[in-house]
């Protein structure tokens, strides 16, 4: 069976939990809670060094990190439906979208990143939110503006099938929403996040539907 270590808020575990279920794949959870540090423990640290989640264990024993590899090994090993279009170009731009949240906006606000700004650097509360949502709203405006002119937008974020795109967009539109940020601005954004959180799928991969939810 294919276990998925990870936790009900992290983004990139989140993610995966998508890719899993529009494959319509089985598999079981190991949650780790990142708030206690169960991610540092050794166990966790021989799955990953890097000491984060999530990390997949294929079934066939294969350990598989980072969750932009896992979703595309997923979709490379079970190609339907597919996360990314066909046309070379096309999925050129799917990656980009994906990668507009998944290493430009969801890397500066990451737990660690804010456990560092409070714990370490001593900011606090007020500012580490203001933080947060300044890279939401540059990381979204600019995505509003690529899904907004684009002719390849549809009922997703390509066309009118999710895509990888899409698996990325919905845990940083769930997070903006966990810390209040103000998304009026961003009405492309909301549309196609009410239309994936619709399906099945991003329904049963949501945070609150998760086995460690709290």
């Known amino acids: 069976m294919t276990t998925l ?5 992290s983004s990139a575990a989140y993610r995966v939990r998508i890719a899993l279920n ?4 089985a598999y079981d959870q190991a949650p780790l809670n990142l708030v206690q540090g169960e991610q540092l423990a050794e166990t966790n640290l021989a799955r990953n060094p890097q000491g984060l989640v999530p990390s997949l264990i294929t079934d066939e ?21 597919p996360l990314l279009p066909e046309d070379i170009t096309e999925r050129a731009r799917v ?4 990668q507009v949240v998944a290493c430009e906006i969801h890397p500066l606000n990451n737990l660690r990143v804010l456990k560092h700004l409070v ?3 001593g900011v606090d509360e007020e500012t580490k939110l203001a933080w947060y949502r300044h890279w939401i709203a540059e990381g979204f405006q600019a995505l509003e503006s690529l899904l907004t002119a684009e002719a390849g937008t549809g009922d997703f974020c390509h066309g009118d099938t ?3 795109a899409d698996i990325c967009l919905v845990p940083q539109v769930y997070n903006a929403e966990r810390f209040e940020c103000d998304l ?7 549309r196609i996040s ?21």
């Open 162 to 164: 999710p895509s990888l």
């Open 184 to 190: 009026s601005a961003y009405p492309t954004i909301q």
């Open 119 to 121: 714990g370490e650097l």
């Open 22 to 25: 529009l494959k319509g794949l």
């Open 61 to 81: 024993g294969v350990t598989l990190t980072q969750s932009m590899a896992i979703c595309e090994y997923l979709d490379e090993r079970y190609p339907e439906p």
């Open 95 to 98: 990656r980009a979208l994906a």
């Open 194 to 214: 009410a239309n994936c959180r619709a399906l099945p799928a991003f329904q049963q991969a949501a945070p609150e539907a998760q086995p460690d939810a709290r």
């Open 5 to 9: 270590y990870g936790y009900f808020r």
